[in-house]
C-alpha cells in the first residue's frame, strides 16, 4: 500500500500503540497532544521527587503489550522492567482479608479456611471461564465495523458462552455460595466503572484473566509504557507534537482532511485518527450538523462509567502494606447501589490504595513513598458539587478511611505533598465527557457493532482508538483498538 499521511488526535494509550504500529508499517505519524506530556490517564504527575500513575496501576494480559512491541519490531523488556506481583492484590474486608494468587493450591487454602464448603468452585470457575475466555477473546481483537462482521465465525461461537441477560455476580454464583467470596471474584467490574450486579456476564473473562495469568507492576509506574511507546515511535521516525490541542477535524464532503490546531496552524493528512475521549471528540472536535448518531445531545442519552475521586499523596516513610490493597465498604452492595444507581457519595465508601514505594523504591525519594488512592464516585450526570470545601470533606474523610482500615494509623503525620483529581476535574480539566473515567459503559447495547466502531461510522478517512471504541476500556483492549483501526486504514486507505 502507498505509504500515507496520518494525523493522530491524543498521545493517551491507543493514540501511541496507533503510531508505533502505523510508523512502523512506513506511514508518516504525527501525534497531537494537548498536554506537556505523553500517556493521557496513563501518564505521571511528577511532584516533589515523587511519581504517581494517574490511572492505570494494574497492568492484565501483558502478552498483548508484548504483541504491540513486536508489531513495532521491538522487544518490550527492552524498554520496561516488568514485576509480576505475587500475591496479586489484597482484598480487605470488615471482618477478612483475602489475597488472590494465581497459585491455585494457596488460593485454595485461602478459600477452604475462610469459606469452608467453596473449595470446588475455583477449579470450576477455571475450567468454565477457560472456554469463555478461549471464545471471546478473537471477538475482541476483530473490528465490527459493518452489521456482517456481527454474524462471523467468532462471534456465532462464542454467542453461547456470553451468557446473555445473566450479570456477572449471577454467574459468579455458579462457583461459590458466599456473596463477600463473589465479591472477590467480581468487584473488577469495577475496572470498567460498572456494577457486578449490572454488568454483563461475559465479563467473567476479567477474573479468569487475573488468577490465570496473573498481573505484572512496571518499574517505575505503568506510565513507563506510555513513554516507551514514545521512544519507539521517535525511533521509527514518527512525530509527537506536546502542548498542541487539536481545534477541530476538519471535514470536506464526509471526509477528514486533516485537523486544525488551537493556533489556527491546518495540518493535512490522508487519515485522521482520533484518540481523545469519544464524548469529549463529539462534543468538541467537529464542526456542528457534522456527527448526525452521536451528536452531543444523542451522546447523553448513552450510559458511561463511574468516575473517580483520586488522592496522590507524598508520605515521607515507607507503610509495610501490600503493593495493591481494596478496602470494601462494609456494605459493598449499598456503596455500588450510592455510586452507579443513586449517583451521590457513600459515607461507608470503598478505597483503593496503591502503595507501589515497598516494592519499587524508583518512583520516591529514599525512604519516602508515593501513595495513590482512588474512590469510586458517581459520574458527573447528575452534577454532584465539587468546589474546594466539598473537595477537602471528602478527602478527609478518605484518609480516615484509610487510617482505620489499614496500618496505616499514623497517615496523616507524614504527608509532605498530594494531588487531588474530582470527577469534575476528569471532566473539565482532562476532557473526559461527564468525568466518566471509563468511558462509555460496557453494556451489551454498546459493544461490538453497537460501541462506536473502529472505522468511523460517521466520517470518512477517520478511526477511533482508545477506551471508546471497540473492544473497550482496559489498556489490553485499548491496545488492541489500536491493532483493529492500524489494521483497517491498510485495508480502506489504499
Ligand atoms: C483512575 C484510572 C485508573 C485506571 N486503572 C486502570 C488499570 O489499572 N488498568 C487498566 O488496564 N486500565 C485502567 N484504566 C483505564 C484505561 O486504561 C486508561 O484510562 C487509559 O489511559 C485510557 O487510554 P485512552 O488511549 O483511551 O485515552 P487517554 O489516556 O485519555 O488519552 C487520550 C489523549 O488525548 C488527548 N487529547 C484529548 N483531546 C485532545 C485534543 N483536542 N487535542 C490533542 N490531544 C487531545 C488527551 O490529553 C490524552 O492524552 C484506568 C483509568 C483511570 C482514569
Redesign the pocket.
Known amino acids: 500500500m502507498a505509504k500515507k499521511n496520518i494525523v493522530i488526535?491524543?498521545?493517551?494509550?491507543?493514540?501511541l500503540t496507533a503510531g508505533m504500529i502505523l510508523a512502523a508499517r512506513g506511514h508518516k505519524v504525527s501525534i497531537?497532544?494537548?498536554?506537556s506530556k505523553v500517556?493521557?490517564?496513563?501518564a505521571a504527575i511528577e511532584m516533589n521527587g515523587y511519581k504517581f500513575d494517574i490511572?492505570?496501576?494494574?497492568l492484565?494480559m501483558t502478552f498483548v503489550l508484548r504483541e504491540m512491541f513486536a508489531e513495532a519490531g521491538r522487544k518490550l523488556e527492552d524498554y520496561c522492567k516488568l514485576i509480576p506481583l505475587e500475591p496479586m492484590y489484597s482484598l480487605s474486608f470488615k471482618n477478612f482479608e483475602l489475597c488472590p494468587t494465581t497459585d491455585k493450591a494457596k488460593m485454595n487454602e485461602q478459600i477452604s479456611k475462610l469459606f469452608p464448603g467453596n473449595e470446588n468452585g475455583l477449579a470450576k470457575f477455571h475450567e468454565k471461564e477457560k472456554l469463555r475466555y478461549d471464545a471471546m477473546y478473537p471477538c475482541l481483537k476483530k473490528d465490527y465495523s459493518t452489521f456482517k462482521e456481527m454474524f462471523s465465525k467468532p462471534l456465532i461461537k462464542a454467542l453461547p458462552k456470553l451468557s446473555l441477560g445473566r450479570s456477572l455476580m449471577d454467574v459468579l454464583g455458579d462457583y461459590f455460595t458466599e456473596e463477600e467470596l463473589r465479591i472477590c471474584f467480581t468487584f473488577q467490574a469495577k475496572?470498567i466503572g460498572m456494577s457486578p450486579w449490572e454488568c454483563p456476564a461475559a465479563f467473567a473473562i476479567m477474573p479468569y484473566i487475573e488468577h490465570s495469568m496473573g498481573i505484572d507492576h512496571v518499574e517505575g509506574g505503568l506510565s513507563k509504557i506510555s513513554e516507551a511507546m514514545a521512544k519507539v515511535i521517535g525511533e521509527l521516525g514518527g512525530e509527537i507534537h506536546l502542548n498542541?490541542?487539536?481545534k477541530k477535524v476538519c471535514v470536506e464532503k464526509g471526509n477528514a482532511t486533516g485537523v486544525e490546531l488551537t493556533d489556527g496552524q491546518i495540518v493535512k493528512a490522508d487519515s485522521v485518527v482520533i484518540?481523545?475521549?469519544f464524548g469529549?471528540a463529539m462534543k468538541t472536535?467537529f464542526d456542528k450538523n457534522v456527527i448526525k448518531k452521536w451528536s452531543p445531545e444523542k451522546l447523553r442519552d448513552k450510559k458511561y462509567s463511574c468516575s473517580?475521586f483520586?488522592i496522590y499523596l507524598g508520605v515521607d516513610k515507607i507503610y509495610d502494606e501490600p503493593h495493591h490493597k481494596i478496602v470494601f465498604a462494609n456494605d459493598y452492595k449499598e456503596n455500588v447501589k450510592d455510586i452507579i444507581n443513586r449517583s451521590r457519595l457513600s459515607d461507608d465508601m470503598s478505597v483503593y490504595v496503591r502503595n507501589a514505594s515497598k516494592l519499587d523504591p524508583t518512583i520516591a525519594p529514599p525512604g519516602h513513598s508515593a501513595l495513590y488512592m482512588?474512590v469510586p464516585t458517581p459520574n458527573m450526570r447528575n452534577e454532584l458539587p465539587w468546589d474546594e470545601a466539598s473537595k477537602k470533606t471528602f478527602r478527609d474523610k478518605v484518609i480516615k478511611r484509610v487510617m482505620e482500615r489499614t496500618s496505616m494509623k499514623d497517615l496523616d503525620k507524614h504527608i509532605t505533598c498530594e494531588k487531588i483529581i474530582t470527577p469534575v476535574e476528569w471532566q473539565n480539566e482532562r476532557?473526559l465527557f461527564l468525568g466518566a473515567?471509563?468511558n462509555l459503559g460496557h453494556t451489551i447495547t454498546q459493544m461490538l457493532y453497537l460501541r462506536p466502531r473502529n472505522k468511523f461510522e460517521e466520517v470518512g478517512h477517520c478511526y477511533l482508538?482508545?477506551?471508546?471504541t471497540h473492544p473497550g476500556?482496559?489498556?489490553?483492549t485499548?491496545y488492541e483498538s489500536a491493532r483493529i483501526s492500524a489494521d483497517l486504514i491498510e485495508r480502506f486507505e489504499k
Open positions: 488526535i491524543g498521545a493517551g494509550p491507543g493514540g497531537y497532544e494537548k498536554e500517556g493521557g490517564r496513563n490511572g492505570p496501576t494494574f492484565m475496572y498542541s490541542p487539536v484518540n481523545a475521549d469529549h472536535l473517580t483520586m482512588l476532557s473515567t471509563f482508538v482508545g477506551g471508546g476500556s482496559g489498556l489490553p485499548i
